[in-house]
């Protein structure tokens, strides 16, 4: 089936009351409330595509591990992203952006690899270290907004859903040119109900899901959550999302360890200009550069490629697990500066970052 996504008047007056719904509503409500049961299945839920989700995601594991890196290095834009970050300390250097997100996709890969809804499974405990961790800090940073629920609040709806646009955009918006060659429309649409129900996972409510939909009606709302969220931002780059930029460039260096032969700042720059955004992103490399659009968009057309990238990718992840410490300190060496400085958590209310969208 054609990846050509389908627009018609149907789909475009389901996604813009969706839009609409985020637009108005989702910033004044939390996504780590008590009140949401976060493990239960939902009425939609589909075992067997989720299943085959999981399936499409470990078929294409490379990609869809770049996919993940290049939505990262965009979603640190948005100032109510950037804002907790800044507060927790955790992304103030290169070497703790290394070792976050390096954590970050161990996490990942076991939601692909086991089941998140059985309790005791590596995915559940995950994901319940990451709800409470998160539902921490929304309730220590909630502490300084002025009347949370009538007024927006960190950790919102509103951030979960840009964040589940950062993970799976470049899959939906041009999966060729993040090395999906072959993807099927139903393989997308897999996809997208495994990061339906770990949105949900997450925080995410029903009424503001972004993937319980069809793929053309993803492609619809990615393109406008692009074109109406992120793009103006990036392209203003005021305080604090002119640091989430240095912090968006600093993931995708502190990262490289897990790809040393190709570019992850030359992959964020690539799809910078894909996504049409007017900002400059350095390379250090050019070389390397060169080689990740070559892996990109001839490589991938390869029988087993992906598979044979993916053994590779897997490698460095044990790898860098296991070396985390020495790795993180190499980094601390080489890239001394702090890419993220603190913002304490009255500096700004949330409602006043979101007005500048």
Partial sequence: MS????????VVEKCEKLYQRIKKDAACVSATSDAHVWDEKPSWFDEKKFKKGQE??????????????????VLFNIPTMITPLAVTRT?????????RYLAVFIHVKKWYETDPYEKGSLGHKSLKMVNNFHRKVGSDMNKSVIEPGK???????YDMAVTVWCVIAPVILDPKKIGFHGITREEIENLMHVWACIGRLLGVE??????????????????????REYKPIIEKMEFPSSVGFETCKGIAIGL???????????????????FDFKVDVPVESPLAEKAGYILLHFIFRLPFSQYF??????????????????IAAKLAKLYPDDVLPYIPPDKFQPKELLARS
């Fill in 91 to 99: 992304h103030a250097s290169v070497s703790k952006l290394f070792t």
């Fill in 309 to 326: 990238f993916s053994v590779i990718l897997r490698y460095f992840l044990d790898y860098c697990d296991k070396n985390r410490k020495s």
């Fill in 151 to 157: 007024n927006p609040v960190w950790i919102s709806q």
């Fill in 256 to 274: 490289q360890p897990l790809s040393p032969y190709v570019s992850l700042q030359g992959f964020m720059r690539y799809w910078y200009s894909i």
């Fill in 56 to 73: 499409t995601a470990l078929k294409y594991f490379t990609s869809v591990f770049l996919s993940h890196t290049i939505g990262l290095t």
């Fill in 206 to 227: 029903d009424r503001f899901n972004i993937m319980t939909g069809s793929y053309d009606e993803a492609h619809y709302l990615c393109t406008i959550i692009k074109e």
């Fill in 3 to 10: 990846l050509t996504p389908r627009v018609n008047e149907e």
